[in-house]
């Protein structure tokens, strides 16, 4: 059974409208990826499922809740439940990255503070930036800001993540640590993943199925082999155009 559903979603900004009635399932334990031009709406789409933006209409599914016509209590809940990498990789400027993982743990779990730091520790191994919890974000490059943001999503063992270009700005070595990374999370702890990404390499790497945003609705979806293969025009020269691409 579907474990995500958006249904019937319409949305504008004023005059921009972005959904003409997108409908996608999205099933547990899966790794999706969603492709489609700058400006098609694949961040706010992931925005909406954590209910920081509300469509016009439609409703939209997690685990049996709308999170439409969710209370700011039961968004909450939901938001615990879910590590969100956002684009550009926000990080509080004010507190040291060591600070920045824990966040979320301090929020919505009641862990000691040695257990705290140990889990800390870990994630910023798994992300390859082992030993830097004192440092402060403005010391950090932008890839390593993404990295940090990746280990404060993952901190407290979400069993859904959303990627926004979690392998945009990276140098290869490190973009494949993060496919990586993506990979075993989801074969070790079973995680939901949507990713939105530009980077075709990751993308065909990384995930179970792809579905491609045109013009507010999903045009195509289907595994990476029906994706690469697809006859449709409009998937195939948003990916030929791509391939490669960084
Ligand atoms: N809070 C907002 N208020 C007004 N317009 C918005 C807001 N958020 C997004 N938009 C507009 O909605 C459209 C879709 O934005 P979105 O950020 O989802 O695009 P995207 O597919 O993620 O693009 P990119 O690949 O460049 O990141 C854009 O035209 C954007 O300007
Ligand atoms: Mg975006």
């Known amino acids: 059974m579907s474990f995500i559903v958006f249904k019937n979603i319409e949305k504008a900004f004023d005059d921009n409208v972005i959904y003409r009635g997108l409908n996608l399932s999205i099933n547990k334990g899966e790794t999706i990826t969603i492709i489609g031009g700058s400006g098609s709406g694949k961040s706010v789409l992931l925005k909406m499922m954590i209910g920081l933006l509300k469509p016009d209409s439609g409703e939209i599914i997690v685990d049996k809740s709308n999170v439409v ?9 939901v938001r615990s439940r879910v590590g969100m990498l956002f684009q550009g990789a926000a990080l509080f400027d004010s507190i040291n990255v060591g600070d920045n993982v824990a966040y979320g743990l301090k929020m919505h779990t009641d862990l000691t503070k040695d257990e705290i730091d140990e889990k800390v520790d870990r994630c910023l191994e798994m992300v390859g930036l082992p030993g830097i919890n004192g440092i402060m974000p403005s010391d950090l490059s932008g890839g390593m800001k993404k ?3 990746l ?9 859904i993540i959303l990627y926004d270009e979690p392998t945009t700005g990276l140098d290869p070595t490190n973009a494949k640590r993060i496919n990586n990374l993506i990979i075993e ?3 070790l702890l079973k995680v939901t993943s949507i990713i939105v990404t530009h980077d075709m390499d990751s993308a065909f790497s990384v995930s179970d199925r792809m579905a491609m945003l045109y013009k507010g609705k999903i045009e195509a979806v289907g595994t990476t082999d029906e994706i690469r293969k697809s006859k449709e025009a409009v998937v195939n020269d948003f990916i030929q155009g791509n391939i490669g691409e960084l």
């Not at 016509?69 to 809940?77: A, G, I, Q, R, T």
């Open 69 to 77: 016509d969710l209370s700011k209590e039961e968004l909450v809940k």
């Open 185 to 187: 999370l989801q074969k």
């Open 147 to 149: 990295r940090v943001a």
């Open 151 to 159: 280990a404060r999503a993952i901190a407290y063992d979400p069993e």
